[in-house]
């Protein structure tokens, strides 16, 4: 008996890397595949960069487009029906003529930690958004209040810069200064600023990859007892908290699983300090869970569940964790 050869692609378009995953219809993972970022607003190569995702990972899979019975997509930045022709174009590949269906990656997020049971789904990484599933299956974000929590990597890398070019350092910020200086290749403060004064770098994307890859340097100072780290962490860290319960009251239950997805949520510094503050929330009971799944597998339990038209079964999900790529 031939084995079944039907696929569905998951992705996960984000900022900085774009992960494709395929399965059977079963859930057994066949391939997986790393590529640049899908945001159009962050890089010129995104449509491109998503597509060679997709056929990498099918012909890893040793599938063929003919093969794919559906597609399910989160992509950073698609906060809007503006942003539809953008996001459909990452996924328009000659032949691949399954059904397809693309949302904003927090809502992979969401499907691969809480498995679309209701609860909240916590993002910052590269882009930070809040994602509240009810118990009917609708979202809220904190987008739709026109909230914003600035926790994502490119605003604590400016925040820190502007505080130190600002002078609002101490003695406790000397090893992240001295990191500072390195990155931006300059030996005093004096020659950062004069880089400030002139905008750093020309083109906006380079210069938000640029501010984002510092980022890790500020949690770690966090940490360590830097004020500067802190003072900016901790501002973000609030608006996290006043994101998560912005969205909260559109549960209804009194106790509410709240699942963090995100290099920068998941910092130490920042692991240890929201949970706190959520533990005073005024609106409901927070229950801090670690996610089921990675976002991409999120995406492939969307389109799994849109093609079967089943709900998510043990045994797909049993399947799923065997894979190495589908664990957080």
């Avoid at 159009?40 to 998503?50: C, E, F, G, P, S």
């Avoid at 990498?56 to 539809?84: H, M, P």
């Avoid at 339990?301 to 038209?309: E, P, Q, T």
């Amino acid at each position: 008996m031939l084995e079944n050869q039907e696929v569905v692609i998951g992705v996960d378009g984000g900022g900085t890397h774009t992960r494709v995953m395929i399965s059977s219809l079963d859930g057994r993972v066949l391939s997986y595949v790393e590529s640049g970022a899908a945001w159009v607003h962050k890089d010129l190569q995104a449509t491109h960069n998503v597509k060679q995702g997709i056929q990498e990972a099918l012909q890893a899979a040793d599938r063929t487009l003919d093969d794919v019975s559906g597609l399910a997509a989160g992509i950073a930045g698609y906060d809007s029906e503006e942003d539809l022709e953008w996001v459909k174009a990452l996924t328009d590949l000659e032949g691949l003529n399954c059904p397809k269906w693309h949302y904003n990656d927090a809502v992979a997020a969401h499907y691969g930690a809480l498995l679309t049971k209701p609860g909240i789904v916590a993002l910052s990484g590269t882009g930070s958004i809040i994602v509240a599933l009810k118990e009917d299956g609708q979202l809220i974000r904190n987008y739709d209040f026109h909230h914003y929590t600035r926790s994502g990597a490119r605003f604590l890398a400016y925040d820190a810069v502007y505080e130190v070019l600002a002078g609002h350092t101490d003695g406790t910020d000397q090893e992240l200064i001295e990191e500072m200086l390195r990155h931006w290749d300059v030996s005093t403060v004096q020659e950062l600023w004069l880089l400030g004064q002139r905008g750093f770098t020309p083109d906006r994307r380079d210069r938000d990859r640029k501010f984002e890859r510092f980022t890790p340097f500020i949690t770690e100072a966090a940490s360590k007892g830097s004020s500067l780290a802190g003072r900016v962490s901790d501002r973000a860290i609030y608006q996290l908290k006043v994101g998560i319960e912005l969205v909260a009251p559109y549960l209804t239950s009194d106790t509410v699983p709240v699942a963090f997805i995100g290099s920068v949520i998941n910092s130490s510094y920042f692991k240890d300090k929201l949970p706190v503050l959520l533990s005073n929330g005024r609106n409901k009971v927070f229950s801090i869970v670690e996610p089921r799944f990675t976002p991409v597998t999120g995406s492939v339990l969307y389109a799994i569940s849109r093609v079967s038209g089943d709900g998510i079964q043990e045994r797909l999900l049993c399947n799923l964790e065997k894979s190495v790529h589908t664990r957080p």
